[in-house]
T-cell receptor, first 116, second 114 residues
Framework: DAGVIQSPRHEVTEMGQEVTLRCKPI?????LFWYRQTMMRGLELLIY????????DSGMPEDRFSAKMPNASFSTLKIQPSEPRDSAVYFC??????????????FGPGTRLTVL | AQKITQTQPGMFVQEKEAVTLDCTYD???????LFWYKQPSSGEMIFLIY??????QNATEGRYSLNFQKARKSANLVISASQLGDSAMYFC???????????FGQGTELSVKP
């Protein structure tokens, strides 16, 4: 029973380059979340989708960040152009429910991004 | 606004002893959920336990229990009989009932000593 799958697990890139992070949620989960984890800011929700539709992107830091979910089994988070301050661990998570207070989210292993 | 506070950046516990990790929260939602996640050094986030604001009893899951004190707005995690594999970061999180985000605390790093 596969969990949330993320790729790549590690990404090292140079400032100015485009970075694309990928996520495959658990089959049947209607909600998908992208988080960023840094020492300074902890875990922050960037954006979440319901049935492939972006619902809340208020956590996306700036226009350099974009996320898509073309189908129920795939999502991307893109940073263009990347900057050193984007270095962080990016998590994707999925869940069955979100509308009420119970919301067990299943996290992927994360992508550790380093921008030089 | 919702807020989660974990005041213990780091904790030490002797193997086989119990440990309590503190979490306080603030919300104006009448209904909300509280969660604890474990993040080992490998980096993944593992869901441990959930407590609903209207649940009458404290949640328990194996060696994990949640000491929920609604009036004090606290949701402390108790780990009984600590094991070396419990060494990890632990995050408290909260979500309201009206949609919205899962808000995480800053985390507590637990180290279990042999």
């Amino acid at each position: 029973d596969a969990g949330v799958i993320q790729s790549p697990r590690h990404e090292v890139t140079e400032m100015g380059q485009e970075v694309t992070l990928r996520c495959k949620p658990i089959s049947g989960h209607d909600y998908l979340f992208w988080y960023r984890q840094t020492m300074m800011r902890g875990l922050e929700l960037l954006i979440y989708f319901n049935n492939n539709v972006p619902i809340d992107d208020s956590g996306m830091p700036e226009d350099r960040f974009s996320a898509k979910m073309p189908n129920a089994s795939f999502s991307t988070l893109k940073i263009q152009p990347s900057e050193p301050r984007d270095s962080a661990v990016y998590f994707c998570a999925s869940s069955l429910y979100f509308a009420d207070s119970y919301n067990e989210q299943f996290f992927g292993p994360g992508t550790r991004l380093t921008v030089l | 606004a919702q807020k989660i506070t974990q005041t213990q950046p780091g904790m030490f516990v002797q193997e086989k002893e119990a440990v309590t990790l503190d979490c306080t929260y603030d919300t104006s939602d009448p209904s909300y959920g509280l969660f604890w996640y474990k993040q080992p050094s490998s980096g993944e986030m593992i869901f441990l336990i959930y407590q609903g604001s209207y649940d009458q009893q404290n949640a328990t899951e194996g060696r994990y229990s949640l000491n929920f004190q609604k009036a004090r707005k606290s949701a402390n995690l108790v780990i009984s009989a600590s094991q070396l594999g419990d060494s990890a970061m632990y995050f408290c999180a909260m979500k309201g009932n009206q949609g919205g985000k899962l808000i995480f605390g800053q985390g507590t790093e637990l180290s279990v000593k042999p």
